[in-house]
């Protein structure tokens, strides 16, 4: 089965600065990459996406890349605020898709 | 918010009993899920369904169980064979067959007393 690694576990980062979260995964006919932001006592929710035929998306300050060949996509997120402040999830599925298979989550702290 | 409710968002069970996580969807999704979240061990899957009348175990299946009769409804059973119960418990869903993205519901926080 698919197996998705995320990095890192724990960021601190100064208000304004930019942020990277990255992923690798395993099985290499994964094909859709999700990322879910969760606040604390709240519900997953989806920030961005990227299908495997598209090697980078951006929504504001809010991208996300995607490298196949080396099987791993990050997020970036420029000019942090507080309120960006939560634990964001990474995951993997593939086109017949029954599962999504999720990193561990990254707790990304904005310090103002 | 979503079209997707758990209830309760708080549960206490003493240890022994069987107790039921509900979970209901009005978005019309074909398949469901139910994910484990444990502190630094991001979502684990429980049990996913993709139609009705039919689910599948997922990665930590043991001592739970799942129904799935009607398509809005996919209820969790975490029963007295489940050794560390306590968590938070996601459900979401999703349309099947098509590459989109899964809903959350809210949660819910089991805690065995």
């Known amino acids: 089965g698919e197996n998705v690694e995320q990095h890192p576990s724990t960021l601190s980062v100064q208000e304004g600065d930019s942020a990277v979260i990255k992923c690798t995964y395993s099985?290499?006919?994964?094909?859709?990459f999700p990322w879910y932001k969760q606040e604390l006592g709240k519900r997953p929710q989806l920030i961005i996406d990227i299908r495997s035929n598209v090697g980078e998306k951006k929504d504001q300050r809010i991208a996300v890349t995607l490298n196949k060949t080396a099987k791993h996509f990050s997020l970036h997120i420029t000019e942090t605020q507080p309120e960006d402040s939560a634990v964001y999830f990474c995951?993997?599925?593939?086109?017949?898709?029954?599962?999504?298979?999720f990193g561990s989550g990254t707790k990304l702290n904005v310090k103002p | 918010d979503g079209g997707i409710t758990q209830s309760p968002k708080y549960l206490f069970r003493k240890e022994g009993q069987n107790v039921t996580l509900s979970c209901e969807q009005n978005?019309?999704?074909?398949?469901m899920y139910w994910y484990r979240q444990d502190p630094g061990q991001g979502l684990r899957l429980i049990y996913y369904s993709q139609i009705v009348n039919d689910f599948q175990k997922g990665d930590i299946a043991e001592g739970y169980s799942v129904s799935r009769e009607k398509k809005e409804s996919f209820p969790l059973t975490v029963t007295s064979a489940q050794k560390n119960p306590t968590a938070f418990y996601l459900c979401?869903?999703?349309?099947?067959?098509?590459?989109?993205?899964?809903?959350f519901g809210q949660g819910t926080r089991l805690t065995v007393v």
């Open positions: 995951a993997a599925s593939l086109y017949n898709f029954n599962k999504f298979y």
């Open positions: 979401a869903s999703r349309r099947d067959r098509e590459i989109t993205e899964a809903f």
């Open positions: 099985d290499s006919a994964s094909n859709y």
């Open positions: 978005l019309n999704h074909d398949a």
